[in-house]
């Protein structure tokens, strides 16, 4: 009873009221007795009534209370069994020892006590037991999702019906808004030639084949202009246009060469933005990675992810040099107007990097600017071409160190970087953060790291080679361009490196450019001796070689020995080596470095895309040549190529 109750009844002011009656009784037998025997009973009657009712009240307070326990106890089982959400009480052994009703409901048992948790919830990630904080996961079950909440400490799960907010909530972000823009790569280029009657069909042809695929997966499609149309989606037909890998790509070529005309598509897509102008900005910068990648291919931002598809084909050569005049003005009003020029190649430089290099200083040479190239070291790729320049005083004073570099370069310096577009490949990339005046020239296929904020841009995957893009600047740089005899070696070097002698990625244009060097007295002899191979290299290339083991019956993977470090110049020339075997339409070779790392170099004849196999390992380059450097053991680094070509064998198919 609580201690209230029992003062009041068995307080102070009841004994002195006895006390009172007492007193009064004995003072009153004093003065007259037979009166005072009355009072005496009298008193004493109404102190056993007292104790009677005080015995009655606790016998009734009692009773009352272990009836309301029992309502209580009744009232909180029927309640706690009708919860609208579950509660499981588990042992160490991760048991049920005890459930509500709502859990009988979702398993459909009567009773679930004894079962484990994994039998019951076969999607359940365990949680540790040692792990004082709230764990939640979600699990599907007869076809209802579930919210699961654990209390390590208590050893209690809470189950929560969680289907309707799941299902709002993925309607929420399938709605969400993606935009596309579809473009037809080389419309004018094809065009070029044809009769109204032609161009009317294969148009008619590429149309109808655009609309189909925006009525088969609900796409809002409006044409913007001749080659180019805006793609209104929700994130749900987004995944699935994802999940078909973007079909349109492949159905395009396969109609446009049946015609005789190589017409390709190229898709960017955007979602997940905030707003519909950064949506729209998304979708176009989607869209030029995939024309500065080559086309024939989608590229998807999502938030922070961006996923390419397609790219089988190679890059059209586009036959009218408009934009390479364009760009040549441009780069010469740039260099017009700054102090400094500060010429910049990538990290272990080949010899297109250099030869490039050396036509961007001509071209500053020419509107009378000064102008140093940045070389941080001489490897094997270029030393039979660097003690060919250290023979002109003049040019070779125009290399300096990155140190030097970065004393030179202001907010007016001009930064050109040749042959690269990614910012940790640079030669020097802190000189990329001390001048806002930026140009691009590269012939690379445009991957996910790009150089920000560059003022200029002149990228062709088209080309064979850097040396190729600088050489057609030069005629327009300047009506009268002259070049020095080892300026002119350098850079046709530079082209016959990347074409492998004019043998791989060549068209027209490489052939004018090699052109006009020749007639600017570019020295192929000369050329060929520092293409000569070194007998000691070409035994260890040999060894290389001899580990090469195919696989999908055309594409060759050689493994080097670990303890042997093979330099990266190496290692390419045995992927190209390989590439020359019979029956090979693919090479890879994967080697120590001396750095440390394992370099892969990858090579194709065109039918597969080596590009996209080096981007998921971490590196990049062309559909035909491409590499990447990765960390670990060369058998690590084997094993994750497998894995890349098992899966992109399974998504769309090796070869084209």
């Given at each position: 009873m609580p201690k209230f109750l029992v003062q009041r009844w068995h307080g102070m002011h009841n004994v002195w009221a006895l006390a009172l009656i007492f007193l009064l009784t004995a003072a009153l037998t004093w003065f007259y007795w037979p009166l005072g025997i009355v009072a005496l009973v009298a008193g004493g009657a109404v102190g056993v009534f007292s104790l009677v009712a005080e015995r009655a009240f606790r016998k009734e307070w009692n009773d009352y209370v272990l009836t309301l326990s029992s309502r209580i106890r009744g009232v909180g089982t029927e309640v706690v069994g009708g919860l609208p959400f579950g509660i499981i009480l588990y042992n160490e052994d991760r048991e049920v020892e005890w459930h509500n009703g709502f859990i009988s409901g979702i398993v459909e048992r009567t009773s679930a006590v004894g079962a484990p948790l994994s039998e019951l919830f076969p999607g359940i990630q365990q949680a540790k037991e040692k792990d004082k904080t709230l764990g939640r996961w979600e699990?599907?079950?007869?076809?209802?999702?579930?919210?699961?909440?654990?209390?390590?400490?208590?050893?209690?799960?809470?189950?929560?019906?969680?289907?309707?907010?799941?299902?709002?909530?993925?309607?929420?972000?399938?709605?969400?808004?993606?935009?596309?823009?579809?473009?037809?790569?080389?419309?004018?280029?094809?065009?070029?030639?044809?009769?109204?009657?032609?161009?009317?069909?294969?148009?008619?042809?590429?149309?109808?084949?655009?609309?189909e695929w925006a009525q088969k997966y609900g796409l809002f499609l409006r044409r913007l202009s001749s080659d180019k149309y805006m793609v209104i989606a929700n994130q749900a037909a987004l995944k699935q246009l994802e999940q078909s890998r973007f079909e349109l790509l492949d159905e395009v070529r396969e109609i446009t060469m049946n015609l005789k005309l190589p017409m390709t598509l190229s898709i960017g897509f955007a979602s997940g933005a905030d707003n519909i102008a950064e949506l729209g900005q998304l979708a176009q910068g989607s869209l030029d990675i995939a024309l500065g990648r080559g086309g024939d291919q989608a590229v998807v931002k999502f938030g922070q992810r961006q996923s390419f598809y397609g790219g089988k084909s190679n890059a059209v050569e586009k036959r009218t040099r408009v934009r390479a005049r364009v760009i040549s003005h441009a780069l010469r009003d740039l260099m017009k107007e700054s102090d400094h020029i500060i010429i910049m190649g990538h990290r272990m430089p080949d010899m297109d990097s250099i030869g490039a290099a050396i036509g961007v200083l001509k071209a500053a040479q020419h509107v009378g600017k000064e102008a140093f190239i940045v070389l941080e070291g001489v490897n094997p790729a270029i030393q039979r071409m660097m003690h060919m320049l250290k023979e002109d005083e003049k040019l070779i004073r125009r290399f300096i160190t990155p140190e030097q570099a970065s004393q030179l370069t202001g907010k007016r310096s001009l930064a050109v970087v040749v042959d690269t577009h990614r910012a940790s490949m640079v030669a020097e990339p802190k000189l990329l953060q001390q001048t806002d005046r930026i140009v691009i020239v590269d012939h690379h296929r445009r991957s996910e790291e790009f150089i920000e904020d560059a003022v200029l841009v002149?990228?062709?995957?088209?080309?064979s080679s850097t040396c190729e893009l600088v050489t057609e600047l030069l005629q327009y740089i300047h009506e009268r361009v002259v070049l020095d005899v080892r300026e002119a070696t350098a850079l046709l070097a530079g082209i016959t490196v990347d074409t492998k002698s004019f043998a791989m990625r060549t068209g027209s244009r490489t052939f004018e450019a090699a052109s006009f060097l020749r007639r600017n007295g570019a020295d192929p002899a000369l050329i060929q001796k520092m293409l000569k191979e070194d007998l000691e290299e070409y035994i260890k290339k040999a060894e290389i070689i001899r580990n090469a083991e195919t696989y999908f019956d055309y594409i060759a993977i050689a493994v080097a020995d670990p303890a042997k470090p093979v330099p990266q110049l190496l290692i390419a020339q045995s992927a190209d080596t390989l590439l020359n075997m019979t029956g090979i339409k693919a090479s890879f070779v994967i080697a120590q470095r001396p750095d440390g790392t394992v370099g892969v170099s990858a090579r194709s004849l065109g039918q597969m895309n080596v590009q996209v196999v080096m981007e998921r390992l971490g590196g990049g380059g062309h559909l035909t040549n491409a590499a990447c450097q990765a960390q670990g053991t060369v058998q690590e680094v084997a094993a994750k190529l497998m894995k890349v070509l098992n899966d992109i064998n399974g998504e769309e198919g090796l070869f084209e």
């Open positions: 699990t599907t079950l007869n076809g209802r999702v579930y919210e699961l909440l654990f209390r390590p400490t208590e050893r209690m799960l809470f189950v929560t019906d969680v289907t309707d907010h799941w299902t709002l909530s993925k309607r929420y972000e399938d709605e969400k808004l993606a935009i596309g823009i579809v473009m037809m790569d080389n419309l004018e280029e094809v065009a070029q030639g044809m009769d109204e009657q032609q161009r009317a069909l294969m148009l008619s042809k590429v149309t109808g084949e655009i609309n002149y990228m062709e995957p088209y080309a």
